[in-house]
């Protein structure tokens, strides 16, 4: 193969090379000579710049110090402040992934203590940070991964192969091509292909929760080939976007998955929660408990500004989204800059207290396959600080009058967003000193959050890991699980409960909405997009005698509760954030296709768009596929 006769060349002597293996595009070197291993940085520096890819020594196998001494000599070496809690070693890698509560520790001297590990035992190291708050759901995942390296390394070095094996011409007969498989003049399912002459990929797949008519992506559409998709790029954790992956794997796919690090690990707690959500009611979910381990061995994590050749001719780049934990923009170079696409996923043009907002300077970008959730003409959220203060005074006054305040929060995002927030409040002396419940699943998100600050706005992130202060771990939060604890809460004095689903169409947040709805003492506040025909929408379209399902049957309520919305806390762009990102935004794109909002909303902001920045704007319809280039 070409590329691993360059390696051998560049490198000099190939009596120095063991044996040359990919992890994707990445090139990793093994070695039987210990001075190479250790002394190789120059070189891998020339190696890089050279091949443009990165490129990693490792020593064989072979070589390596016996796991149980391994384990004593890193244990003495890595500093006590970084809390090291767990080694898992992959031998056939040459790797030794270590879970510190303070990883910071291990790096910040300059990688002594890393170099000193590889010195020692031969082992190479990859850092990970333990969270602050028990997490089983990603236990258990890193012990998947771990369990199943050797399937891993076979998977990620025949991606590899095909990238470097694949020889491909852009000449006049090729294209590039775009599909709508779900989620364009709809909000929900969210699901594209991005084709090419050699490439198929998908960019998210979603579901619809609330619609069951269009619940999942139209793979039915004729572009379509199950066998002949090549990889899946997922934005972030909402199901909307990620809700059908597990059934793709069901469905015969067997391909890679990628995402960043927190998006793996919140949406596969998400599908679980869905498929557990499914048992309470006794609706099947559309895949089981062996497809989500099944996506998992082939899920790839990216960082944002990482860039990675996904197949021969496309590379792939995330951004920072704003959205919510890991949230990524998705940048695809198609054909050596042949074209350049980049796909927002859902995103916030605004700093929150958990992000930064979301990138907008990139290399080149043709089409911009954008959002509109939030793009209607009315849709002006008011700022931030007015939200903020707005919410404070709903708690106050319903503390007031001893009542308590309900908060339904999709799993992820606005949920850890708001306890930021009362966090902030409390050190400050504004919150009332009541309970805040953090109901079931919400409590395993925040777990996550506590493994990844690296993903969070510069503030909270010097926060938690220059200062050690974790704001997730307030005394003040409460964790419910049971319902014998939920049946507590509600029968003491007041608090605030943030619980799941963010519409009210199931899960807890309906229970405790049944429960609480009609003694005109509490409050309703809804933060989230609340979708056509949930009881959400109801409530905010003024409806007041309501129907909800209950354990299989149908109970009459009528609501005295204070019913709220909040749109400033948003974590989607509104209309005026829409349109500051066109303005932004650098390079300026030639196309501007607009997807996940509703048809009035998109075409709205179609015409809108077209005229403030004479853009070519479109609109395209589920199954509408179009030609980009
Ligand atoms: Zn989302």
Redesign the pocket.
């Known amino acids: 193969m070409e590329i691993k006769k360059d390696i051998i060349e560049l490198i000099g002597d190939a009596s120095l090379v063991e044996d040359i293996n990919f992890e994707v595009s990445n090139i990793i070197v093994y070695t039987k000579n210990r001075k190479f291993f250790l002394g190789c940085s120059d070189l891998i520096k020339t190696m890089v710049s050279k091949e443009k890819k990165r490129i990693e020594v490792r020593l064989d196998p072979s070589l390596l110090m016996d796991e149980k001494e391994a384990e004593s000599a890193i244990t003495k070496i890595v500093p006590k402040e970084a809390d090291l809690k767990e080694m898992w070693f992959d031998r056939d890698r040459s790797v030794v992934s270590l879970e510190a509560v303070r990883p910071e520790m291990i790096t910040s001297n300059n990688k002594k203590t890393i170099n000193e590990i590889r010195e020692e035992t031969g082992w190479s190291v990859f850092l990970s940070r333990y969270p602050l708050i028990k997490s089983d759901v990603l236990r258990a995942i890193r012990e998947m991964l771990y369990s199943s390296s050797k399937f891993r390394r076979k998977l990620l070095n025949s991606i590899g192969e095909k990238i470097y094996n694949s020889k491909f011409d852009v000449n006049d007969r090729y294209w590039v091509r775009l599909s709508a498989l779900g989620g364009f003049r709809h909000v929900g399912r969210s699901c594209m292909l991005v084709q090419t002459p050699i490439s198929t990929i998908m960019l998210d797949c979603g579901i619809d929760v609330s619609n069951s008519r269009e619940s999942v992506p139209r793979i039915d559409a004729p572009e379509f080939d199950i066998s002949k998709l090549d990889a899946v790029v997922i934005t ?1 954790s ?1 199901l ?2 990620c809700g059908f992956l597990p059934a793709l794997y069901k469905y015969g796919y067997k391909g890679p998955v990628y995402s960043t690090l927190p998006t793996r690990d919140v949406m596969t707690l998400l599908h679980l929660d869905y498929i557990a959500l499914g048992n309470k009611t006794n609706t099947k979910a559309m895949f089981d408990v062996a497809d989500i381990k099944e996506m998992l061995k082939y899920s790839i994590p990216l960082s944002y500004r990482e860039v990675t050749d996904i197949t021969p001719d496309i590379r792939v780049t995330l951004h920072n989204a704003g ?2 934990l890991g ?1 990524a923009m998705v940048h695809l170079n198609v054909g050596s800059g042949f074209y350049n696409i980049l796909y927002t ?2 995103f916030k043009y605004a700093n929150s207290k958990t992000l930064n907002k979301a990138d907008n300077i990139f290399d080149r970008v043709e089409a911009l396959i954008m959002e509109s959730t939030y793009g209607g003409d009315q849709d002006q959220q008011p700022s931030r600080e007015d939200a903020e203060q707005f919410f404070l005074d709903i708690i106050t006054k319903t503390v007031e009058k001893k009542g308590k305040v309900l908060v339904p929060v ?1 799993g992820v ?1 606005r949920a850890q967003e708001l306890m930021l927030l009362i966090e902030e409040w409390e050190r400050f002396g504004l919150m009332p000193d009541i309970p805040v419940v953090v109901d079931g699943m919400l409590w395993d998100v925040t777990a996550i959050y506590t493994a990844y600050p690296e993903f969070m706005n510069t503030e909270t992130k010097k926060r938690i890991i220059e200062h050690n202060s974790n704001p997730f771990i307030s005394p003040n939060f409460k964790h419910t699980v049971s319902e014998e604890e939920r049946q507590q809460i509600l029968a003491g004095g007041p608090a605030i409960i943030i619980a799941t689903s963010g519409m009210l169409n199931g899960g807890p947040s309906l229970s405790y909405f049944a429960n609480l709805c009609e003694d005109e003492r509490n409050s309703v506040v809804l933060v989230s997009y609340q979708g056509a025909g949930t009881l959400g929408r109801t409530l905010q379209n003024g409806g007041r005698d309501v129907d909800i399902e209950l354990n299989g049957k149908i109970r009459h309520f009528t609501v005295n509760s204070l019913i709220y919305s909040i749109e400033g806390f948003s ?2 762009s509104d209309r005026n954030q829409l349109e500051r990102y066109i303005n932004d935004i650098k390079p300026k794109p030639r196309k501007l296709i607009l997807d996940h909002g509703e048809e009035s909303k998109i075409i709205s902001l179609s015409h809108f768009m077209r005229k403030r920045f004479k853009i070519e704007t479109l609109a395209p319809h589920v199954l509408d596929a179009l030609r980009l280039k």
């Open positions: 972030h909402h909307d976007h959205h919510i949230s996923g859902d999709l995002g974590g989607h």
